[in-house]
């Protein structure tokens, strides 16, 4: 059983940039493949990233690459994602997801069993 809080969240600018950080609890994090989902309103929820149990491989999607970054912290038991230059099409609900297969680095909803309660991302145009 892993629980999961995302912190991090808020209102910022175009252009600007946010951390939102995903702290786990129980002992078997380190062994989690972890992943960053997205859910504007209205919409459904989407992949944004994800990165192994290692840390060694991540994922990005097309709509984030290269202004996000994903990481892992398993001493600490968290996940970051690091969110550069921002757009008001960035505005969501971000939440993040634990998948039990260490190795799995993609982007279907159902691989991932545990889930947070969402944190709440908005930029302003």
């Known amino acids: 059983q892993v629980q999961l809080v995302e912190s991090g969240g808020g209102l910022v600018q175009a252009g600007g940039s946010l951390r939102l950080s995903c702290a786990a609890s129980g002992r078997t994090f380190s062994s989690y493949a972890m992943a960053w989902f997205r859910q504007a309103p209205g919409k459904e929820r989407e992949f944004v990233a994800a990165?192994?149990?290692?840390?060694?491989?991540?994922n990005y999607a097309d709509y984030v690459k290269g202004r996000f970054t994903i990481s892992r912290d398993n001493a600490k038991n968290t996940v970051y994602l690091q969110m550069n230059s921002l757009k008001p099409e960035d505005t969501a609900v971000y939440y993040c997801a634990a998948c039990p297969d260490g190795y799995y680095s993609g982007s279907y909803l159902g691989e991932y069993d545990y889930w947070g309660q969402g944190t709440q991302v908005t930029v302003s145009s």
């Open positions: 990165i192994t149990w290692s840390g060694r491989s991540t």
